[in-house]
């Protein structure tokens, strides 16, 4: 009799299990093409890398990148369109999928192209404007009006792509006490003392770091132990990796994620880690349309172990899933996700010749089910 009752209990563990395996992948689109209708969410099977649509929250303005709101219950969405751009919020109900909005506000920084969220705030970094946005969250999770403008000024060599400030990314340090920010425009990371409470002084400069002239820093991640960041350039396709600590960063190497008599156009898109914290992966668009993976070696730097063609045009961003066995990648121009297949021990990519068919998608975000 114990036998009987034991096989049912080990059953529900492991349906409990493969449900755990279940997340939902949200992605942000460009609705301007005409190919697009807003914000999609997915479920992700871990297990075998199906996907079912889920929902699609349909009138929302280029939500180009997203961020979600603390405890899964929010997502907030940029709206790119230049002089009238935003940031949206949206209630979210993990299990169906759906999205319910909230409000919007305006950002007072044209074309925002990236977004993150707290508990207390909401930042946006703000490209043509040259600036970032801070938001406060209302108990519904919805915008409060802006609490803090901050506009960068300056410019660098390259005339073209450099005439003036363009904040292309705000993150928050691992130890949540600043915010770096990294401006193509100005060749500069800044870094800022974050205040949670601040009123409209939530954040407040600290320092900046000048990169190579003409680089053109775009996004940056902090290795798992936090102790190293790693910043991809978008003009020149290099990557700059620091030492971290305690609002400090510290250059320790220059690399490329071109390949040696790469003469073609570069337009270095994206860069994450693996969840183990082992490899690092970085997108390239223009002519190259490839991602390049690297080992993370002793002491953080970072050592070239391949360059995958990610088989479709425009790598804007891409995400690896939270198990680490599939990496997705978003083709802004040929309208899909590729999903590739990881190798967890040496950090190869292999084509599962699973696609997901949607407009001009240009952010992935994982998020539980549960």
Not at 207 to 221: E, K, Q
Not at 260 to 273: P, Q, R, V, Y
Request: glycine share 10%; with cysteine; aromatic share 10%.
């Amino acid at each position: 009799m114990k036998k009987l009752l034991f096989f049912p209990v080990i059953m529900l563990a492991l349906q409990s299990c493969a449900q755990k395996k279940d997340y939902n992948l949200i992605v942000g689109t460009y609705t301007n093409t005409g190919k697009s209708e807003g914000i999609y969410v997915y479920n992700f099977d871990t297990n075998t890398a199906a996907v079912k649509a889920k929902s699609v929250i349909k009138n929302v303005e280029n939500p180009s990148f997203l961020a979600l709101g603390d405890g899964n219950k929010a997502i907030y969405a940029v709206n790119e369109t230049s002089e009238t751009s935003a940031v949206s919020a949206f209630g979210f109900d993990a299990a169906s999928g759906k999205l319910t909005f909230l409000n919007k506000q305006a950002t007072n920084g044209a074309d925002p192209c990236f977004v993150i969220a707290d508990k207390k705030n909401v930042i946006t970094a703000n490209y043509s404007g040259g600036s970032i946005s801070v938001f406060g969250i209302e108990k519904d999770g919805s915008l409060s009006g802006i609490k803090q403008l901050v506009k960068h000024s300056g410019k660098s060599v390259d005339k073209a792509r450099q005439g003036s400030s363009h904040v292309h990314m705000a993150q928050f340090t691992p130890d949540h006490k600043y915010v770096v920010v990294d401006d193509l425009g100005t060749d500069k990371v800044y870094l800022y003392a974050y205040h949670p409470d601040g009123g409209n002084k939530v954040l407040t400069a600290k320092d900046s770091i000048a990169i190579t002239p003409g680089a053109g820093p775009r996004h940056l991640v902090f290795s798992k132990d936090s102790k190293y960041a790693y910043l991809i350039h978008e003009i020149d396709g290099g990557i700059t990796v620091f030492s971290y600590s305690d609002g400090s960063l510290t250059e320790i190497q220059e690399t490329k994620i071109t390949e040696d008599g790469f003469t073609g156009e570069n337009g270095a898109a994206d860069i994450h880690l693996s969840p183990d914290g082992k490899f690092l992966y970085a997108s390239n668009r223009g002519s190259e349309n490839k991602i390049t993976i690297f080992a993370i070696e002793k002491g953080g730097l970072l050592s070239v172990r391949g360059h995958v063609s990610t088989l479709g045009k425009g790598p804007r961003n891409f995400a690896i899933d939270p198990t680490g066995k599939y990496l997705l990648v978003a083709h802004q121009y040929t309208n899909d996700v590729v999903i590739f297949e990881r190798n967890l021990e040496t950090g190869a990519l292999t084509d599962t010749g699973k696609r997901i068919s949607v407009g001009a998608p240009v952010c992935l975000v994982f998020a539980p089910v549960k």
